[in-house]
């Protein structure tokens, strides 16, 4: 049973434009989280995080939304560059798991000069 | 530079044969986690252990897969016997394992097990 989703494999995107990648949970208890991404032949590397009493969080060009009552996220890229392509993964945790996180499929995003 | 470490990075075998991939976590970090990556299922969680000590290996082929860590600079990850269907990505994660807030972890390189 796949409790965080990523129904997406891939997305393009032309460079300068937005990129959104969506993900969906259904466990109701997970109170963190995160997207990474991964390059070709590395581990995946922590992009940026949110809390589930919070509905928005920026870091620069990232955006991540936390919709809690339909279960979702999105990470807005803008604008996108060439060096975003790669593999986005969402992640999940829950309070006293121990720091364990639950991941989705990933997204191969391919931003297009 | 802190950063797991993970031996070997690449590894061809012949099915039945015995494949033992290692990791180092980052020093001072309590909790050690193993991955897969496949297309089918993203980054499926295998086994992890904190101080460890093994918290939950429910994700892992009992029969032919354990892990240990011997100590808390290496943690083991071992196929016994390897089948074709173990191709895969293994990573090695390690993180401060918060019973609450942020569970940032820290990726290793990946070891790449192709079993033919």
Known sequence: DQQVKQNSPSLSVQEGRISILNCDYTNSMFDYFLWYKKYPAEGPTFLISISSIKDKNEDGRFTVFLNKSAKHLSLHIVPSQPGDSAVYFCAASEHNQGGKLIFGQGTELSVKP | ?116
Not at chain 2, 56 to 83: V, Y
């Open chain 2, 1 to 116: 530079d802190a950063r797991v470490t993970q031996t070997p990075r690449d590894k061809v075998t012949e099915m039945g044969q015995e494949v033992t991939m290692r990791c180092q976590p980052i020093l001072g970090h309590n909790t050690v986690f193993w991955y897969r990556q496949t297309m089918m299922q993203g980054l499926e969680l295998l086994a992890y252990f904190r101080n460890r000590a093994p918290l939950d290996d429910s994700g892992m082929p009992k029969d032919r897969f354990s892990a240990e860590m011997p100590d808390a600079t290496l943690a083991t990850l071992k196929i016994q016997p390897s089948e074709p269907r173990d191709s895969a990505v293994y990573f090695c994660a390690s993180g401060l394992g918060n019973w609450g807030g942020s569970n940032e972890q820290f990726f290793g390189p990946g070891t790449r097990l192709t079993v033919l």
